[in-house]
């Protein structure tokens, strides 16, 4: 061990910053110790008790700058000396940095002048205090969190709309306010068809297919699937569509919800009555004679829905285009009948990360072979004993609670999924995976990435199963929809353009697998 | 009004919660801020209840203490021999910094620093029979904060030192404090050798008389003016008290010359208050406690009016919960060490100099404080930001005391505890670190935010006083 000293007469540096090049000193390599001080009495105190004072310190005043290091070897401590010496060379005044981040939302918004939109993704059992917070700053209110009371969500709503601000969710996924998607929301072209929803990726579908084929969405307001259940009142819903009726920039409206409750279906239905928009209403498992009185047209599936409402933009017949969209699914029928030849086994298994698309499939399904088991089922009687293990004919949604405990979404995190195509392909009386993609903020970067090794390992165990599967999103999304279904296609999967579509073909190849009974 | 209002204006976001969500804003051409946000801390269902229920007694509570607090007129109006003022004060008697503590629970300085005020009490003649009688229960503990003083580290007061008298001229309460011994090996930091007892000796025999002519002959000095200035002047008068030393000795030099007949003595008086940056400090802290004891028992009030450490717990009171103490452990502070230290050597948080803290100065100040900054991570923004901070859990904005960065807004004051379990933000301490062996001193300086558990106590004990305030009602009506 040896000591060395540097002394620099007449620089001065503040004691805080020669501790903050003592610390550095300290860490280079062969140091054990260090001492960087002004020469005040005090500090060569300092620096004998450290055994670290050198004679020629002694004539030193506290104006005189004192580098002194107890190194391995004289090496370590001129190098050490020379870093102490780099190190107050940069020393300089910091400007002030950017944003070194918010703790509290009040902060937050003195901080951005004109804030007007809080989204909020925290616990839930915090999420309603700080929506509470955000409506008293007079902000919007997309809430993101789940877990939130049915009280809360009343009186959150209540106070918004006396301040006339918006409450969106609680548990509202997705949203697209002035062009700019909110949390798991596309990136879709901007145009005069406005949308309200009760049912996050029901919002997605309608909102991609229209961007996908030409149209363009004003506004696309979600409301948290409880808004429309008795408790709440449809409070948000019926406001967001007088907003939409109020708003210049929409022309057309469309409705996304489950079936509400009847006496919000009344109101609805006296809303849309009074209303100067056409407006296109798609109620997933019901298509309500009230809301077809109303004047409104009612879709029986997300697809449609969008398809009116594309019609109603261009000036085109609704029954004309839907019409198309018949011939187009008669194609799809031959098509069914084609899969169906290299096919193997009866059953069909849904694997679904979106709880609308997976309640879309179930209910293309009725039509065409009956209720079909699910964790959600639209008819009770079809619950599925263990939601882990299929049974027939089975469709999940694999974004439904009890796999999300703890858990993030399959959306994001595609290992359940993953196992559960491995495990369907190991059936040998499954002939069809029916599964959906969804692409857009928050969802994950790479799906294929994440789904590709069990896609050919499902591949290489069944040879003739047969995966059909549809991409919600757009090309604007970070994912870009072309390259998903490029490499979807590639891996020998058969993507249609909407879950409608994939569904309908999916349950023709069942309804001729039973006919041609291959067992 | 419409809630369709917002589809005509830019889309600014306050993100809270996923930072993920942020994204898709920035990219798609609006404005987002992200809020890191953290939990609340967990205090009992009940106690959140009760608090909730009584929101606007609490609010009407608070603004009173607010009153109080900011209408404090700390003045030094004199000094004497801690025995002669401090009220309670004895021979056997030694009072400490922080909450109560045995003696067998003290930390190293305090133990070295009661060691030192017993010898210099004749109470003992070395350490080791100093020790001895400690232990033997002979000699009383207190804390400062019992006896209207405050006392920084250790905070050790004795009966024949000598101590400033401060008094609140708006309500006529008083608050006392020792002499500050200056940097080096000193009493505080727990160091007891000859050379500290001997500068306890010159301090009450030489500086002491001279001060005491020199104040006597200005009458009062008014320290809320100076504190005001100080911050003006780069101090936030707890870690950086040279702003405030210099104006101190501005005041008080022409009085010593005036009144000092012995003129070596006036020259060693004036150059050891010109040799010691922190000499105000000794003065801050007790105008700071006077401004707060005023506003003691205010039942109802969940604001702080203490935040002390006795460098093993740290303890905090409220004005609605009397002399009741709310304590956690004292935790060791982020700092810079002088040469041939390390956190190793670091004692817990010690000092009644949060009281700096609970009265809207110190860390909440460090805004004021460029020349401090190092200590807080390096950058005036980080400073500017913990000061911004601390307005969150504070109650009002000084009227007196201001950043001038922030375009002199008031200094964040008055320390909500309702405000700090709502936001999980703890109070923000600049302050020094002492050695955890007795004798050794000063081995750095540093920041710290508080433990959270005093003030989730505080919380619920608060609720535990009112609920016995409203039962206490409903038997006598």
């Known amino acids: 061990m040896i000591v060395k000293g540097f002394v620099k007469k007449g620089a001065y540096h503040d004691s805080v910053t020669l501790m903050l090049v003592t610390k550095e000193v300290n860490q280079s390599s062969g140091v054990e110790n260090s001492g960087v001080v002004m020469a005040s009495e005090n500090n060569k105190e300092l620096l004998r008790d450290a055994g670290l004072f050198l004679k020629e310190f002694e004539s030193l005043t506290e104006t005189d700058l004192i580098v002194s290091v107890c190194a391995k070897d004289e090496d370590d401590a001129t190098k050490a000396i020379q870093l102490a010496e780099a190190i107050l060379k940069g020393v300089k005044s910091s400007a002030l940095r ?50 939130v009371s049915v009280e809360d969500e009343i009186r959150l709503k209540t106070m918004a709309l006396e301040k006339g601000l918006l409450v969106m969710g609680p548990d509202c996924g997705t949203a697209i306010i002035n062009g700019i998607p909110l949390a798991f929301a596309n990136v879709v072209q ?33 409301t948290g699937g409880r808004d429309i259940k008795k408790e709440v009142g449809g409070l948000m819903f019926l406001e967001a569509i007088q907003a939409l009726e109020q708003d210049p920039d929409t022309s057309i409206i469309v409705l996304i919800s489950k079936p509400p409750s009847s006496d919000i279906l009344e109101k609805i239905a006296h809303t849309v009555q009074n209303s100067t928009k056409p407006i296109v209403a798609i109620l997933i498992g019901g298509k309500p004679q009230v809301i077809e009185d109303s004047g409104a047209y009612a879709a029986t599936n997300l697809e449609e829905a969008a398809h009116i409402a594309l019609a109603l933009h261009s000036g085109e017949n609704v029954a004309q285009r839907l019409s198309k969209l018949q011939e187009r699914n008669l194609a799809l029928i031959e098509k069914a009948k084609e899969l169906a030849l290299g096919a193997k086994g009866w059953y069909i298994r849904g694997l679904y990360s979106g709880g609308t698309l ?27 004993k263990n939601a882990n293990q299929s049974f027939e004919h089975t469709i999940v949604d694999l974004g439904d609670d009890e796999f999300t405990k703890g ?113 | 009004m419409s809630v369709g209002k917002i589809f005509r204006q830019p889309l600014n976001v306050v993100n809270i919660g996923l930072a993920g969500f942020a994204a898709s804003v920035s990219d798609c051409g609006g404005s987002v801020v992200q809020v ?37 007129k700390p003045v030094l109006v004199g000094m004497d021999l801690a025995a002669n003022v401090i009220p309670g004060m004895r021979k056997d008697l030694i009072l400490h910094s922080g909450p109560p503590i045995t003696w067998q629970r003290m930390c190293g300085p305090t133990r070295g620093a009661i060691i030192g005020a017993l010898i210099y009490e004749g109470l003992a003649t070395n350490a080791s029979d100093a020790e001895k009688l400690a232990a033997s229960g002979k000699i009383a503990f207190a804390p400062c904060h019992h006896h209207s003083a405050v006392g920084p580290m250790a905070g050790i007061v004795s009966a024949s030192m000598p101590v400033f008298i401060i008094r609140n001229d708006t309500f006529g309460n008083y608050a006392y404090c020792t002499l500050n011994e200056g940097l080096g090996k000193v009493l505080r930091y727990g160091a007891f ?94 105008a700071a406690k006077c401004c707060l004891d005023a506003a003691r028992g205010v039942p109802f009030s969940s604001i702080v009016v203490a935040m002390a450490r006795n460098g093993t717990d740290f303890g905090i009171q409220l004005a609605g919960t009397n002399n009741q103490w709310f304590v956690g452990d004292a935790l060791v502070p982020d700092a810079l060490f002088f040469p041939g230290f390390t956190k190793d050597d670091a004692n817990p948080d010690i000092g009644d100099s949060a009281i700096t803290e609970t009265l809207g100065l110190g860390g909440f100040a460090i805004a004021a404080a460029p020349a401090i900054v190092q200590f807080v991570g390096g950058s005036a923004a980080d400073a500017v930001q913990y000061t911004l901070d601390m307005y969150e859990i504070a109650a009002a904005e000084n009227n007196v005391f201001q950043i001038p960065y922030l375009d002199f807004r008031g200094t964040p004051t008055g320390i909500d505890v309702r405000k700090v379990v709502e936001t999980g933000i703890t109070p923000f301490i600049d302050t020094g670190v002492a050695h955890k062996e007795p004798g050794v001193g000063q081995v750095g300086a540093g920041v710290l935010s508080a433990p959270a558990m005093p003030f989730q106590k505080a919380f619920d004990g608060l609720a535990k006083t009112i609920r016995s305030i409203n039962d206490g009602a409903i038997k006598n009506p």
């Open chain 1, 98 to 147: 950017e944003n070194v981040g918010f703790k509290s939302l009040s902060q937050a918004v003195s901080a951005l002048p004109g804030a007007n939109l809080a989204v909020i993704s925290v616990a839930g059992r915090y999420a309603a205090f700080e929506a509470f917070k955000a409506l008293e700053n007079n902000l919007h209110v997309m809430l993101f969190s789940d877990n």
């Open chain 1, 190 to 222: 901007r145009g005069s068809i406005g949308i309200v929803a009760a049912s996050g990726t029901g919002l997605q579908e309608v909102s991609s297919i229209i961007s996908n084929l030409g149209g363009g969405i004003s506004q696309a307001i979600g």
């Open chain 1, 358 to 384: 997976c309640d879309e499939a179930q209910l293309i399904a009725k039509d065409l072979l009956g209720s079909v088991y699910s964790n959600t089922p639209l008819n009770p009687k079809f619950l599925l």
């Open chain 1, 407 to 519: 858990k993030p979404h399959p959306m994001i995190d595609f290992s359940l999924r993953n196992q559960r195509i491995l495990s369907e392909a190991s059936d040998k009386e499954v002939a069809v995976l029916l599964f959906d993609v969804v692409l857009g903020y928050g969802s994950h970067p790479d799906p294929i990435g994440q789904l590709q090794p069990a896609i050919t390992e499902a591949r290489k165990q069944n040879p003739h199963l047969l995966m059909i599967c549809s991409v919600c999103g757009t090309n604007g999304d970070p994912q870009n929809k072309q390259e998903v279904v490029r490499r979807l296609t590639e891996l020998g999967v058969e993507v249609q353009p909407s879950n409608a579509a994939a569904s309908f073909l999916a349950f023709h190849v069942v309804l001729n697998l039973n006919s041609t009974l291959n067992r």
């Open chain 2, 36 to 72: 890191n946000w953290r939990p609340p801390l967990s205090v009992d269902a009940d106690a959140y209840s009760t608090m909730a229920t009584h929101n606007n007694a609490i609010e009407a509570a608070n603004a009173r203490v607010m009153e109080v607090i900011l209408s404090g």
């Open chain 2, 193 to 286: 050798g000859a050379e500290v007892i001997e500068k306890l000796r010159w301090m009450e025999q030489v500086l002491y008389p001279v001060l005491q002519d020199a104040i006597a002959s200005l009458g009062s000095i008014d320290l809320k003016s100076i504190i005001a200035q100080a911050l003006h002047m780069g101090d936030e008068v707890h870690n950086r008290n040279r702003a405030g030393t210099s104006l101190f000795y501005r005041t008080i030099a022409p009085a010593i010359v005036s009144v000092c007949n012995n003129t070596s003595d006036a020259v060693k008086a004036l150059n050891f208050i010109h040799g010691n940056d922190h000499f105000f400090l000794n003065l801050s802290m007790p």
